[in-house]
C-alpha cells in the first residue's frame, strides 16, 4: 500500500470532468457534445421529454381511469405471535405503544391484528381493525379487544351529507318590521 491510497476512499469532493484536454483524453476535440447543431452551443439545455417537434411519448399515450392508492389508508398490521412475545399478562396494547416497541414502523392511519401464532396469555389490546379470528383468539385467552375510531372520509365536489349539515345550520337573515311594512308599502304604490 502507498501512503496516497490511505484516504482513496473517502474523499469529500469529486473531481470535476475536465473536458477537451486533447484527443488522447478521451474527452478531447468536441469535448462529448458532438460537432454541430444546438447541443453543441453553451448553455443549452433541453427538455429530456422533448423530441425534435413531433408529438412526444407522454401525450401520444392514453390517460384513462383513476387510482384510489394516493388517497387509500395505510394499514399497520401487527400478528398475535408478536403481541404474545412483547407483552406480559394483563398488559395493555395500544397503537403507540406498538410504536415505541418497534412492531410498527413508518406512518400509518390505522393498526389491524391478525391472528398469525397465537397468545396464551391475558392481554388488552387497542387497534382500528380485528380479523375475525384474532378477535377470538384474544377474548379466548381472557383478554379484551377494542376498536379504536378511524379517520372519517372528506366529502369534495360533491353534496354529501357534511355539507348538507352546514347548509340546514345556516338559518335565513330575518327582516326587520319596519323594513318589511316599508317594502309592502312600496309594492301597494307600485300596482296603484
Given at each position: 500500500m502507498n501512503i496516497c491510497e490511505i484516504n482513496s476512499?473517502?474523499?469529500a469532493h469529486k473531481e470535476s470532468r475536465r473536458v477537451g484536454r486533447g484527443i488522447g483524453s478521451?474527452?478531447?476535440?468536441?469535448?462529448?457534445?458532438?460537432?454541430?447543431?444546438?447541443g453543441s452551443?453553451?448553455?443549452?439545455?433541453?427538455?429530456?421529454?422533448?423530441?425534435?417537434?413531433?408529438?412526444?411519448?407522454?401525450?401520444?399515450?392514453p390517460k384513462r381511469g383513476f387510482n384510489n392508492k394516493e388517497f387509500?389508508?395505510?394499514?399497520?398490521?401487527?400478528?398475535?405471535?408478536?403481541i404474545d412475545?412483547?407483552?406480559?399478562?394483563n398488559e395493555t396494547v395500544t397503537p403507540e405503544i406498538l410504536k415505541?416497541?418497534?412492531?410498527?414502523?413508518?406512518?400509518?392511519?390505522?393498526?389491524?391484528v391478525l391472528s398469525l401464532g397465537g397468545i396464551e396469555k391475558p392481554v388488552n389490546?387497542?387497534?382500528?381493525?380485528?380479523?375475525?379470528?384474532?378477535?377470538?383468539?384474544?377474548?379466548a385467552a381472557g383478554?379484551?379487544?377494542?376498536?379504536?375510531?378511524?379517520?372519517?372520509?372528506?366529502?369534495?365536489?360533491?353534496m354529501g351529507s357534511r355539507k348538507k349539515a352546514v347548509l340546514a345550520n345556516i338559518k335565513p337573515k330575518a327582516q326587520p318590521a319596519a323594513k318589511a311594512k316599508d317594502a309592502g308599502k312600496k309594492q301597494g304604490k307600485g300596482k296603484g
Amino acid at each position: 500500500m502507498n501512503i496516497c491510497e490511505i484516504n482513496s476512499q473517502a474523499i469529500a469532493h469529486k473531481e470535476s470532468r475536465r473536458v477537451g484536454r486533447g484527443i488522447g483524453s478521451g474527452r478531447g476535440k468536441t469535448s462529448q457534445r458532438g460537432h454541430k447543431g444546438q447541443g453543441s452551443r453553451s448553455g443549452s439545455s433541453m427538455n429530456p421529454v422533448f423530441e425534435g417537434g413531433q408529438m412526444p411519448l407522454v401525450r401520444r399515450i392514453p390517460k384513462r381511469g383513476f387510482n384510489n392508492k394516493e388517497f387509500a389508508d395505510v394499514v399497520a398490521v401487527v400478528n398475535l405471535r408478536d403481541i404474545d412475545a412483547f407483552f406480559g399478562s394483563n398488559e395493555t396494547v395500544t397503537p403507540e405503544i406498538l410504536k415505541a416497541k418497534g412492531l410498527i414502523k413508518g406512518a400509518y392511519d390505522k393498526v389491524k391484528v391478525l391472528s398469525l401464532g397465537g397468545i396464551e396469555k391475558p392481554v388488552n389490546v387497542s387497534a382500528h381493525v380485528f380479523s375475525a379470528e384474532a378477535k377470538r383468539k384474544i377474548e379466548a385467552a381472557g383478554g379484551k379487544a377494542d376498536l379504536l375510531p378511524g379517520r372519517k372520509p372528506v366529502v369534495k365536489n360533491k353534496m354529501g351529507s357534511r355539507k348538507k349539515a352546514v347548509l340546514a345550520n345556516i338559518k335565513p337573515k330575518a327582516q326587520p318590521a319596519a323594513k318589511a311594512k316599508d317594502a309592502g308599502k312600496k309594492q301597494g304604490k307600485g300596482k296603484g
